[in-house]
């Protein structure tokens, strides 16, 4: 069976795409349904794009490869597309879109674009392997215990990264872009929560608090959680992209204030009133009472000097640790790193010394903040690959 193009995993990237490329187009997945990502992302209502998306709010070994594709194929065409389909949205925070109902209408609304684009899905398929004799690609696949193999001119891959490999996550597209001789980047977990081995936070597991969280010289306002296996929330989320083994982070539990002046202001007034109990007006208590177990909050606001006080509240306003690990793949929203863009054109996702071959999406080492970065990377990617192949 011999079809123009031929693209490898139905996610998100890989629907936008053959939403474009037009000519006889064949979408495979091993997966019973198409954009299982999608369906879970955003608690079930999908974040699909930030309003404020540009090429700052990605890590990648060349942050000047993403401009390209971002520029053309911009957060505002996914939202008029999402508009034209009468899907209702709202923003959350920070720029940040939401479905009101349902992610399933954003995979719906894909689903119904590559149809009107005439391209084919083919699910639980499994891809046994790719070869190129020169002039074609040939894609031998098995499905319901039959194989066959498939010739294409055009091949993209868009299975992934390794993160949820319980939903069906594999490496494919690094193993496939290593055949054809591109190279792959050291890939890690990233949007992950942070594992502490010595459980120090399941007493205070479930508290939240809105802080300044920083990796690396990278910081991020958001709210963090504690959690039985250690920390997680928006903050770590964010700052675990920019971690590595054995660094420390330093959380801000007051990042719009300095409870200094304000501890010093009410020592002058209500000088009997106990620390922790002045200080769970400012904290969630039960991070007080975990604190208090870790230093010395003992006493009355009579009994703090400046000093002692200072030095408490710059611990609070800068508290270091380092974390064990990560929780890795298994829960990571995305995978850091992949097929190098040196080998990549920013402008059609082509393999520069690879003809016809194409990558788009999480597979390249193009990685968004937590947001609807993500996504809006996986749209323009799969945009540009898929014109790009319909101009040809
Ligand atoms: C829990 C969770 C929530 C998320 N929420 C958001 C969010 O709200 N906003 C946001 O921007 N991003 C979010 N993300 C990240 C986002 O889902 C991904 O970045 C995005 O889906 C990547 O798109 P993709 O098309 O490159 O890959 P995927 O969407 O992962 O698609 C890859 C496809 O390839 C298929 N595949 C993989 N291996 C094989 C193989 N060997 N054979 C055949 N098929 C294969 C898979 O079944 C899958 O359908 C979330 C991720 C997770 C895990």
């Not at 050291?186 to 508290?207: M, N, Q």
Request: with cysteine; proline share 3%.
């Amino acid at each position: 069976m011999t079809w123009d193009t031929i693209i490898l995993g139905a996610g998100a990237a890989g629907m936008m795409c053959a939403t474009q490329c037009g000519g006889r187009t064949l979408v495979l997945d091993h997966a019973k349904a198409a954009g299982e990502k999608i369906r879970i992302s955003g608690g079930g209502r999908c974040n699909f794009t930030n309003m404020y998306a540009g090429p700052e709010n990605f890590l990648s070994g060349n942050p000047h490869f993403c401009k390209s594709a971002l520029s053309r194929y911009t957060q505002w065409d996914f939202i008029e597309l999402v508009a034209a389909h009468g899907i209702a949205y709202h923003e959350k925070t920070l720029g940040q879109l939401f479905c009101d109902t349902s992610a399933k209408e954003i995979i719906a609304m894909l689903r119904a674009e590559m149809t009107k684009a005439g391209a084919e899905l083919w699910l639980e398929t499994s891809i046994i392997n790719v070869g190129h004799d020169g002039t074609a690609y040939s894609v031998t696949v098995e499905a319901s215990g039959k194989r066959q193999t498939l010739t294409c001119t055009n091949l993209v891959l868009a299975t992934g990264g390794k993160s949820i490999p319980k939903m069906g996550a594999t490496g494919l597209a690094y193993d496939i872009a290593r055949q054809f001789g591109l190279r792959v980047t050291d890939i890690r977990a990233g949007l992950v929560p942070f594992t502490f081995s010595d459980g120090r936070f399941k007493d205070i597991s479930g508290v939240a608090h809105p802080v300044c969280a920083t990796a690396n010289g990278t910081e991020f306002d958001e709210a963090m959680l504690f959690t039985h296996r250690g920390l997680s929330g928006p903050a770590m989320l964010q700052i675990s992209s920019y971690w590595h083994e054995g660094q420390s982070i330093s959380i801000n539990l007051f990042p719009d204030s300095d409870p200094f002046e304000e501890l010093r202001t009410r020592r002058q007034d209500y000088g009997r009133r106990n620390l922790t109990t002045e200080l769970a007006t400012l904290l969630p208590t039960r991070l007080v009472d975990h604190l208090s177990q870790h230093m010395d909050l003992s006493g009355n606001l009579a009994d703090q000097s400046d000093t002692l006080l200072r030095t408490l509240c710059d611990g609070l306003k800068s508290w270091e640790m380092i974390p064990s690990g990560t929780e890795g793949y298994r829960t990571a929203e995305v995978t850091l790193g992949g097929i190098d863009t040196d080998c990549l054109s920013s402008k059609t996702m082509e393999a520069k010394t690879q003809s016809r071959l194409f990558v788009i999406g999480e597979a390249v080492d193009v990685t968004g903040w937590l947001g609807g970065f993500n996504f809006q990377w996986a749209w323009s990617s799969g945009w540009a690959a898929g014109q790009a192949i319909s101009a040809t």
